[in-house]
């Protein structure tokens, strides 16, 4: 089983003048214990049913090419970018630019938005959910035709694009992963089915078990082979010793979790990865 950090908080000691050095530090210990891939929130402010929205947050992108600068192995994505923060054609030179210059380290990450207080604080455009899916599916047909030889137009309901040029293209073969984030058994999941490498579910393990259910359906139906689709689970790990990790990473390997994203809240992340995390990545990587 392979194992991803997520960093969702960087309230660090030091204020933020320490924010750079601690990210720096956290993402080259993963790297050295054999963490595969970093990911940080796409978020404009905290969120406030978590912690304080005043709370330090930084603008994803820019986040991700310093961890990849930093480091030469870890791959990086946004656990994951709203639909609504960026134009897609936009989203996918963004994408690529972070994939050529980490020569092909980078993943999209993405899903529908849901953060209202964050667009209206910024006066952003928050528009109904329905239209967010409408605007997904969309995203996700872009970002795949600026990623193929397909230069011509795109016409959607809510993007249209003359020329969908994308050059140098992605360093990544046959492109950048892409990997949806949620859980919606109706749509979120069906997307996935679609047009996913992979997905990332949060949930105790009855929930997680029912959803994996749900996709392989959703994969039944269009004919695609689940086993295509990579099922990553974000599970709170906070608390939990090495031996307690090893027994729930070994129970999601039996529902279909194939990598577990482990989100890195210690006020010592570079401590906290060394002492708990370092000493079952042996073990961890001969699950499954």
Known sequence: MQLDIHVPRFTWPGGPEAIGPTLTDLARTAEAIGV??????DHWFQMDWAWPAEESMLEGYTTLSHIAAKTERLRVRLLVTGVTYRHPGLLAKTVTTLDVLSGGRAEL???AAWYEREHLGLGVPFPPVAERFERLEEALQICLQMWSDDNGPYEGRHYRLAETLCSPPPVSRPRPRILIGGA????????VAQYADACNI???R???EHKVGVLRRHCETIGRDPAEIEVTALVGFDEMSTDGILEEAEA???IGVHAIVGRCTASDPVR??????GPAMPALHEIG
């Open 252 to 254: 999601f390997a039996k």
């Open 36 to 41: 595969r891939t970093v990911s940080v929130m």
């Open 206 to 208: 009855p929930a997680v």
């Open 109 to 111: 990450g993405i899903g």
């Open 272 to 277: 906290y990865l060394e002492e708990v995390w």
């Open 202 to 204: 949060i949930g105790d």
């Open 184 to 191: 919606g058994e109706r749509k979120t999941l069906r997307l």
